[in-house]
């Protein structure tokens, strides 16, 4: 199994509706990134949780993590095409050097 | 002004061949890694390289090997291609290897072997 768990796997939305995608590990997380990824680029970086109860937003996006650092939520507010992509959750997790990746989220936007 | 930039971005080759991929970042980062993404587009590290040093090096095989001249270069080298190494690789850097730090990912080179 994963160490990080993502879900929904893909979600299809209608454009202007509020979505969530969830990133769950059974370890504690020193911390936690969101990227999102389009097709022929990178991975873009998107945020950066590192405190209990942690909150961030930037423009329409909005990411949490949990108090108990075991958990991140990104929530999308009035979503637009542009928001379509993969979202992929990495965390720092406990004892390793290096960052986990969920499997990711495929996010389309309907118009 | 391109952060991490990856050549080729795409490469299609036949098995058993050799081929190398390139990574440069001008962030003046001293980490910089290598992930690959699966066809189910799970993204897992390979190697990690600190000031040049070998740091991580998740049992990948020995086919695959790194080269940093520099730290602003890592290059993959890969020996005897075969048909399961088809998939993204991506490059990647960070100011230290240290936690906390946020990764800057360049934007892929798609490996197809045929």
């Known amino acids: 199994s994963q160490e990080l768990e993502q879900s929904p796997q893909s979600l299809i939305v209608q454009e202007g509706k509020n979505l969530t995608i969830n990133c769950t590990s059974s370890k504690t997380l020193y911390g936690l990134y969101w990227y999102k990824q389009k097709y022929g680029e990178g991975l873009i970086f998107l945020m950066m949780l590192q405190k209990g109860g942690e909150e961030k937003s930037h423009e329409k996006i909005t990411a949490k993590l949990d108090e108990k650092k075991q958990q991140s939520s990104l929530h999308i507010t009035a979503s637009q095409p542009s928001h379509a992509g993969i979202y992929l959750c990495g965390a720092d997790m406990q004892g390793a050097q290096k960052l986990v990746f969920g499997q990711g989220t495929r996010l389309t936007i309907n118009p | 002004d391109t952060a991490v930039s990856q050549t080729p971005k795409y490469l299609v080759t036949q098995m058993g061949n050799d081929k190398s991929i390139k990574c440069e970042q001008n962030?003046?980062?001293?980490?910089m890694y290598w992930y690959k993404q699966d066809s189910k587009k799970f993204l897992k590290i390979m190697f990690s390289?600190?000031?040049?040093?070998?740091?991580i090096n998740e049992t990948v095989p020995n086919r695959f090997s790194p080269k940093s001249p520099d730290k602003a270069h890592l290059n993959l080298h890969i020996n005897s291609l075969e048909l399961g190494d088809s998939a993204v690789y991506f490059c990647?850097?960070?100011?230290?290897?240290?936690?906390?730090?946020?990764?800057?990912f360049g934007p892929g080179t798609r490996l197809l072997v045929l």
């Open positions: 990647a850097s960070s100011q230290e290897l240290v936690r906390g730090e946020t990764q800057y």
């Open positions: 962030l003046g980062h001293d980490t």
């Open positions: 390289y600190n000031n040049k040093e070998l740091i």
